[in-house]
């Protein structure tokens, strides 16, 4: 019987699924040599004469390789052994060669080998780093060089650690990189360009540079391999060999050439193993690779275990010359406030066997019709045909010049499992290895398509009523809920202390050095500060409170943590759990004994990150208390070291380094200080200790009276929460707001994410615009309009996303995915738009669709166009030329506001649909802007809670998945964590005695209420629409807008007042919400217009503003953007040039490149790979349009 008829039989169970082992013509024995890898050939490398060795005498030497000879293991790379055995035996030959050399011997070979090398052709140097490898060698740095990318490819996805040595042979610290395609090119980059390219490098890259050009050796050391292959995880990838017996292996993700295994691993290993056992519908193999982190090929087994919806699992791990290992896996249950009808049906799936080889995962079928002996003998028996259509062989016997074959009978198991049938075939070398390995590496940005089921992936939050009405299993959810949150509110109210460090940033010669702490300060009152030398200071003050008051937990809160963290992490004390998004550091732990635990915090997430501590008077305190709290000033790059052992300084020379502070006001602090020795000179110490107990008295007394805000307007525990987007998100839930919305995960969110599109920004029809009368008009420059006007103004929009919040609901219940007949009921115009934001609406839908776009008969190009994507460099673009093939992502709000301001035709592909609503948001928006306003208009500091509040809510609801998570880890915990996880790192930093590694999740399940935040998003754009659509058509001319503010003529304000009215019925300028007011300030005066303006781009642009003093005389200011740049950079490179804003943006304009210095005026930082930050005297950054 041949195969295919026995493939057919065995496939029955799988409904009709494609099998796998099925027989291809049979191959010529010209080919089928060709296609047998080069490691199963004979050796022919010497003239000695071949010696064999029986396979145990083989097993034996290679069990103890480290102490067998050398004559022994050159007898050993003659024999019938495998590709990795031989690399094995060569580099223990290279090893023992290298010992026998003498240093001088060695530097020879070197040498030699480099001359070689450069003679070499690109063929010739990959076989030349397969049989030379250099482990733990010293090289030289022009060796190193010539070197570096063939060397370091032989390192890809390992760990490296490359010492440089200076010309003392000094050991310079060490730098680890994870050695990727990327990080090569890199390194190369940074070697080839050198010096001249290192002022324009920054942190870790400029580090290495710096380090690299005073190098003259350089050495490279890498982990144990033995040691590193005990310590893996077991976990599974794609198979990187391809099958040369043209079996169909496909059932196992195994192809027969390249391109068709590219196309097999499309899907992860261990997904396309549960679709090939049958057992899971589609929606259910959706639910389980939605929790799974798409940027990793490899999964282990401890994540396997994490999943939901599994059901029974039984995995093999096969490894060559090791038994088998068995892990079980049931894992049916989940959460039980998931309404999950997939998991319910898991109940009912059964074993599902899976294999695992090389890192692989298979369907681990059994009884394939497939024998051992057929496999062992395909090599010298593949080119007749008998033995290829039969792959049930049995039995071979040779009689004179001819094979006798026998074959199981057709009724018998042969009893070989897949994972038998791979590895045997691995090891009579039918696999040939895949020579480019980022093979899979090819990760296309494909749009993600509505979920077939979208139930399992939403739930109700665990406060919803809506989920106690569901089960009465949730109602003890809820229960223990509360329990969790008296816990948490416990946390709050410990003892809150609240510090600050002050650094050296200078050396004696004035220049920049490591940041280093010499003083901190913290209170928990705001009246008595405590101060030490180090953070172990305030950690026994924290110790001594503990045993003294009782306390066992504490909060500690650093404005800008992540500064001050560079401090802390030098330490040697153990931290964990540390938060780090956008690589700033907003929250740790620090674990001490008796199970103390501190928890430190940044302030600036819960105030903004715009609110420095010298801002918070005037932010928390009415005018009378500011006289009484407030921050002083500091020389900072005047303290030294030896300044300040020696205590006394110069006031005249300090007066330098005070910014823009004047020297009257500077001594009047000493003298608060009471630091004042003479008229001369001051006391460093105190003054710097009052500094900064000042400073944390500030902070304290803010925050207190923050926290006190807090909970009298919202009865909330400020503290409780990281970030003040979190609290504002928890004020509308407590008020009703989330009242049976649910939250959506998996595949339903990455769905959803897609219909994220932030505001617009952008000058208009994306050119360069000229507003001014004395600029000259060029009709040839088709990329520069100059509009003859000189009263430019800045329309805003009064609280945009609050007042979208306002004029919306938001979406109830479990959404589903559209049919067919309801995909072609919306594809009809006149049905989408019965859905309406009124609670009259006649269709209560809320629709997020995935649709197609064409232009029709009547389409509108527009200066500000509704369509947008995204460019290869990730930047959304608005255009009117967009791609008709593509798919675009619109809720049922933005897509009606294409078809009304732009007449786009439409075609639906795919969407979901909510079909009820919740409108307390209208009102819980109108009652905080309310009583902002009175607040305001009171004097009330409490006015910018509710600011902070209302602005900031939104964002919470859009936040992305988070597919990386930061692991902190102590020197001893380093090496096997590397060792277990080396496939999932993304990033390495090592901070004194220990290393954060950035690690990427393998199973990823947050929840969030995307939808509501698009929907957000396309009301408030709706807003900005109805505005700028009626100035078009009214033939009103708008120059720029940056997300809820437009700049127009200010003699056009009226003429569109008139024509809003007319069309929409209601007053467009005003301060109520969702209104338009002039916004241009000047600390000069009161501005009356803008007389030139000069718009290049996104947030880059100047306007030169007129404005009347208090003692009415004209005087002229300017509002400047520079995106990249700041204003003091701006201002300096005009007094260079000796020229207006204005002016110098023309320069732009007509495309000169300039350069701008961002530490002009202000100190500026940057942090290296050490986590340590350094002072620079500049940073050019060059600008040209």
Request: glycine fraction near 4%; charge should be neutral.
């Amino acid at each position: 019987m041949s195969i295919k008829n026995i493939v057919r039989k065995q496939s029955k169970r799988t409904a009709g699924r494609k099998n796998s082992l099925k027989a291809t013509k049979t191959p010529k024995a010209s080919k089928t040599s060709k296609q047998i890898p080069k490691q199963n050939q004979k050796h022919t490398g010497t003239s000695k004469a071949r010696i064999s060795l029986q396979k145990t005498t083989i097993d034996m030497y290679l069990r103890h390789i480290s102490n067998i000879t050398l004559d022994q293991l050159n007898t050993l790379l003659q024999q019938k052994i495998t590709k990795k055995q031989k690399q094995q035996v060569k580099e223990q030959i290279i090893k023992i060669e290298e010992k026998s050399l003498s240093r001088q011997q060695l530097q020879d070979k070197i040498e030699q080998q480099k001359q070689q090398f450069k003679n070499y052709t690109p063929e010739q140097k990959k076989q030349y780093i397969q049989n030379h490898t250099i482990y733990n060698t010293s090289l030289e740095v022009s060796f190193f060089q010539e070197f570096t990318i063939e060397v370091l490819q032989h390192y890809i996805n390992n760990y490296i650690k490359i010492t440089f040595f200076n010309s003392e042979s000094r050991r310079e610290e060490h730098k680890i990189f994870l050695i990727t395609k990327d990080t090569i090119i890199d390194l190369m980059e940074l070697i080839h360009k050198g010096k001249n390219y290192e002022d324009n490098l920054t942190g870790s890259d400029r580090e290495i540079l710096q380090t690299y050009l005073q190098a003259t050796k350089v050495e490279i050391i890498t982990p144990n391999e033995q040691k590193a292959a005990q310590n893996q995880k077991r976990k599974g990838a794609y198979f990187n060999y391809i099958d040369i017996t043209g079996l169909d292996l496909s059932r196992y993700q195994i192809g027969n050439n390249e391109k068709e295994h590219l196309n097999l691993s499309e899907t992860q290993c261990f997904i396309y193993s549960l679709m090939q056992s049958g057992h899971y519908v589609e929606s259910q193999i959706e639910y389980i690779r939605s929790q799974m982190n798409e940027d990793n090929i490899q999964f282990s087994l401890s994540s396997i275990k994490k999943l939901k919806g599994l059901g029974p699992i039984h995995i093999t791990y096969y490894e060559d010359g090791k038994k088998d290992q068995i892990a079980n896996i049931n894992n049916s249950s989940t959460s039980k406030n998931y309404n999950s009808k997939c998991e319910d049906e898991i109940a009912d799936v059964p074993l599902v066997n899976i294999g695992c080889y090389k890192n692989h995962y298979f369907i681990n079928d059994d009884y394939l019709p497939i024998s051992k002996v057929w496999i062992n003998n395909f090599k010298e028996h593949c080119k007749y045909s008998k033995f290829m259509e039969n792959t049930n062989l049995k039995q071979i016997r040779k009689t004179n010049n001819s094979y006798c074959y026998s074959f199981y009978k057709q009724e018998q198991n042969i009893g070989i499992s897949a994972g038998t049938m791979i590895t045997t075939m691995m090891e009579q070398g039918l696999f040939q290895e895949i020579e480019n390995p980022n093979i899979y590496n090819q990760n296309e940005d494909k749009p993600i398509s509505a979920p077939i089921d979208c139930q399992p992936f939403q739930k109700f939050p665990q406060n919803s009523s809506a989920l106690k009405e569901h089960t009465e299993e949730t109602q003890q959810i809820r229960e223990d809920n509360k329990d969790s949150q008296t816990d948490i509110v416990h946390v709050c109210k410990q003892l809150i202390v609240y510090a600050d460090f002050e650094s050296f940033t200078k050396d004696e010669n004035d220049n920049n050095i490591v940041h280093k702490p010499f003083l901190l300060c913290w209170t928990v009152d705001g009246e008595t500060v405590y101060s030490g030398k180090t953070i172990f200071s305030l950690i026994d003050y924290i110790e001594q409170m503990m045993i003294q008051e009782g306390y066992s937990k504490f909060l500690v809160l650093y404005h800008n943590l992540s500064y001050d963290a560079s401090f802390i992490l030098q330490q040697q004390i153990t931290i964990r759990d540390i938060l780090k998004p956008d690589n700033q550091i907003i929250q740790f732990t620090v674990q001490r004994r008796n199970n103390l635990s501190i928890l430190f915090r940044d302030s600036m997430r819960l105030t903004g990150n715009d609110v420095s501590v010298s801002k918070m008077p005037a932010m928390f305190f009415t005018k009378e208390m500011q006289s009484k709290i407030y921050k002083e000033i500091f020389p900072y790059t005047y303290y030294t070291m030896n300044r300040y052992c020696n205590k006394i300084g110069s006031i005249e020379e300090a007066s330098k380094h005070i910014g823009k502070n004047t020297k009257e006001e500077f001594i009047l602090s000493i003298r608060n200080a009471q630091a004042y020795v003479d008229e001369d000179t001051f006391d460093l110490q105190k003054y710097a200790l009052y500094y900064c107990q000042q400073d944390v008295r500030v902070l304290c007394k803010s925050m207190q009276l923050f926290e006190k805000m807090i909970k009298e307007q919202f009865n909330l525990e400020l503290f409780k929460y990281v970030s003040i987007s979190s609290l504002s998100l928890e004020v509308q839930k407590q008020r009703g707001c989330f009242d049976e919305c649910v939250q959506v995960t998996g595949q339903l969110r990455k769905f959803l994410q897609q219909f994220v599109i932030g505001g617009r920004v952008m000058t208009a029809d994306n050119k360069i615009i000229k507003v001014g009368k004395e600029f000259p008009i060029d009709l040839e420059n088709k990329q520069v309009v100059v509009i003859n006007k000189d009263d430019t103004t800045d329309d805003d929009c009064t609280s945009m996303y609050p007042s979208a919040q306002r004029r919306m609901y938001y979406p109830t219940g479990f959404c589903k995915t559209l049919t067919k007949q309801q995909i072609q009921y919306y594809n009809n115009p006149n049905n989408l738009f019965k859905i309406t934001l009124d609670q009259k609406s006649q269709d209560q839908s809320t629709l997020y669709l995935e649709v197609k776009l064409k232009k029709s008969s009547t389409f509108i190009r527009r200066d500000f166009p509704l369509i947008s994507y995204k460019n290869k460099d990730g930047v959304r673009m608005f255009t009117n030329d967009f791609d008709t093939e593509r798919s675009y992502f619109y809720d049922c709000i933005s897509l009606q506001d294409l078809i009304t301001f732009q007449h786009v035709e439409y075609e639906i592909i795919s969407g979901v649909r909510f079909v009820g609503r919740n409108y307390t948001i209208e009102d819980v928006i109108l009652d905080m802007f309310t009583k902002r306003q009175q607040f305001k208009k009171q004097g009330n500091p409490v006015q910018i809670i509710y600011k902070l509040m209302l602005n900031s809510s939104y964002g919470k609801t859009i936040e992305a998945v988070h597919n990386t998570e930061d692991v902190i880890l102590t020197q001893k915990e380093y090496v096997d964590y590397i060792y277990k996880n080396k496939d999932f790192i993304k990033d390495i930093t090592q901070i004194g005695d220990k290393y954060i590694v950035n690690v990427r999740s393998e199973v990823v399940d947050q929840t969030a209420y995307t939808y509501i935040g698009v929907l957000i998003l396309s009301v408030s754009k709706r807003i900005m629409n109805e505005v700028m659509c009626t100035a078009e058509d009214t033939g009103i001319k708008i120059y720029y807008q940056d997300t809820d503010s437009i700049q127009i003529s200010k003699a056009d304000v009226p003429i569109l007042n008139d024509a809003f009215f007319k069309k929409y019925s209601r007053e467009r300028q005003g301060k109520g919400m969702g209104q338009f007011h002039e916004d241009y300030e000047s600390k000069k005066g009161e501005v009356t217009h803008a007389s030139r303006a000069i718009y290049l781009g996104k947030k880059f642009y100047a306007v030169e503003l007129q404005v009347e003093t208090k003692e009415r005389e004209q005087d002229i200011d300017y509002h400047i953007r520079g995106k990249g740049v700041t204003t003091q950079s701006i201002l300096k490179k005009c007094s260079d040039y000796n020229c207006d804003p204005i002016e110098l943006y023309n320069k732009l304009s007509n495309h000169e490149e300039i350069e701008f210095d961002l530490c002009t005026d202000k100190p500026c930082f940057e942090k290296n790979k050490a986590y340590e930050y350094i002072s620079r005297e500049k940073f050019i950054r060059k600008v040209k349009f």
